[in-house]
């Protein structure tokens, strides 16, 4: 055996030698314009017998300005699951606005994946620049990529398949582990530079969930699977024709939870919050750019919209300011030095409002929510908040027993208490809203316990009971002292009539008197005599 083995490596080591002097003389003497005709043969010779496939993903656009490519992070996120238990040698990335570390393979690694029964293989490789050169951007000359390998009977699986999955997958990795942000725009006064940043950014840390949400949990079943089912429904809303967004109406009294419910939608659906503050915002131009500069999965919130612009029956005011300005002129002068000085402030108007909510513009972007607050629903233009524009309306009203329950394990952590009954029926008598039952129950030192706070909202129900009585008497009151002036006023009115009335019965009894209608007859009748008299008369001449 020894013996075959050196017979072996004598036969081969002259085999060897000559390949090596071989490609050595290739490389130092054979002409370059050669070499490229020589490779492509060699690559479609060597095709022939080799199974595999080869796509290539480089880091960096080609066309781009030092820009990373998407595909490549895309992939990088997607693979970083499995080089975390396929690697040996890992890189940690901290990855912009990332909440954690990226674990990614190496450089020369490689990592297997499958797909619908099929194997495919992920190396991790990089190209060092043959000579040095001065670039601007450091990492110019390293340029690395990733190599898909896949059998060529796989083709078709791997391009119309595979490669969405894996950049979908990525994409949505990087946005689950993403750091979401909380936007605020900025004062559009004319005064910045093209550079001028449209939306200002602080990281969104709200802690408030469905779960620590207090609120009937028939009804908090039903938003979170509207939210749900919205964020699955991609492909439907692009069948039905339809932008892929959704409009939110939260409308009940203050310190009912609106900011809160906003929160806590965000949490679910892991989106960024856009705050959109009207008032900041020049005019409707400005308002369709700060829309271009948000991105997907994201809420846009426009908080009290009853306060933010007068924005309430605008199309009616215009027609009464027309007619005030032509009853007096020195009015109209007024109202116009009133309308440059709000115009200094803000130009959105309605129309350009409800462009922003549901029209041409509204589609950029996709996976989208708009959310309009307000105290008083009663305020907005029908056309706001109409069906298409705000597609559920949610009523945030007073706090119920279900709602008390989720405050009270939140704040004191007891699911039952002694006092639990008659809170019930307090709840059931007093209106108090949420944000007054949580500060009631929040302990204000060390010493409070449940049964402490419990009973603190108890007394704090019991004379928000007896002041609901006083002002309900007290209105009672104001009511019926109006309907008593009512009545007066129509009982003087009445007597106005009947006064009136008797008046002109009086008149005409003077005329009558004054102008009896037999005298006429009689004046008329012995004028008639008369003039038969003298026509007698004639005849007989």
Not at 230 to 259: E, M, N, Q
Not at 265 to 284: C, G, H, I, P, S
């Amino acid at each position: 055996m020894m013996m075959m083995m050196q017979d072996v490596w004598t036969q081969l080591g002259p085999a060897i030698a000559t390949i090596m002097f071989a490609w050595t003389m290739y490389q130092n003497y054979f002409p370059h314009e050669l070499r490229g005709h020589i490779r492509r043969y060699t690559d479609k010779l060597v095709s022939y017998f080799y199974p595999y496939m080869h796509i290539i993903f480089h880091e960096y656009e080609t066309d781009g300005w030092f820009e990373r490519s998407k595909a490549y992070v895309a992939i990088e996120r997607y693979l970083s699951k499995n080089s975390s238990t396929q690697a040996k040698r890992l890189k940690a990335n901290v990855v912009k606005d990332g909440q954690s570390l990226v674990l990614t393979m190496d450089d020369h690694e490689e990592v297997t994946d499958e797909y619908k029964g099929e194997k495919v293989w992920w190396i991790s490789s990089q190209q060092v620049a043959s000579r040095q050169t001065i670039s601007w951007y450091p990492r110019e000359d390293e340029k690395r990529y990733f190599k898909l390998k896949f059998h060529r009977k796989n083709r078709e699986l791997i391009t119309a398949s595979y490669l969405k999955y894996v950049l979908d997958e990525g994409k949505a990795i990087s946005v689950r582990e993403r750091q979401r942000k909380l936007y605020t725009n900025s004062k559009g006064d004319g005064g910045y530079g093209y550079r001028r940043r449209m939306w200002s950014q602080v990281v969104f840390e709200h802690p408030s969930t469905f779960d620590t949400l207090a609120m009937e949990p028939n009804k908090k079943q039903e938003i979170m699977d509207d939210l749900q089912t919205f964020s699955k429904s991609k492909d439907y809303y692009a069948k039905i024709g339809k932008a892929w967004k959704r409009g939110y109406l939260l409308y009940g009294p203050p310190g009912t939870g609106k900011s809160s419910m906003i929160a806590a939608m965000a949490n679910f659906l892991q989106y960024d919050v856009y705050d959109l503050e009207l008032t900041a915002v020049k005019d409707n131009t400005e308002l369709r750019k700060l829309l271009i500069d948000t991105t997907s999965k994201s809420i846009i919130v426009i908080e009290d919209i009853d306060c933010s612009l007068d924005l309430t029956g605008q199309r009616e005011k215009k027609k009464d300011d027309k007619e005030e300005e032509v009853k007096d002129e020195k009015d109209a002068v007024k109202e116009k030095m009133k309308n440059r000085e709000e115009k200094k402030q803000s130009e959105v108007t309605l129309s350009g409002l409800l462009n922003f909510i549901d029209g041409l513009w509204s589609a950029i972007g996709g996976e989208r929510l708009i959310v309009f607050t307000t105290n008083f629903v009663e305020k907005l233009d029908p056309a706001l908040i109409r069906r298409g524009r705000m597609d559920k309306h949610i009523v945030l009203s007073y706090c119920c027993f279900d709602s008390f329950k989720v405050l009270a394990n939140n704040y004191l952590d007891i699911e039952s208490h002694d006092h639990f009954p008659e809170i019930r029926h307090l709840l059931g008598e007093t209106n108090i809203t949420p944000a007054d039952v949580a500060e009631n129950l929040m302990p204000k030192s060390s010493k409070e316990n449940a049964n402490t706070c419990l009973e603190r909202l108890i007394k704090a129900l019991e004379t928000a009971k007896e002041e609901a009585k006083l002002k309900a008497e007290e209105e009672e009151r104001e009511r019926a002292e109006k309907e008593k002036e009512k009545e007066k006023e129509a009982a003087a009115e009445e007597a106005k009539i009947t006064d009136k009335v008797n008046e002109n019965e009086k008149s005409e009894s003077n005329i009558v008197k004054e102008n009896p209608e037999g005298n006429g007859v009689k004046e008329n009748g012995k004028s008639e005599n008369n003039v038969v008299k003298e026509n007698g008369d004639v005849s007989k001449g």
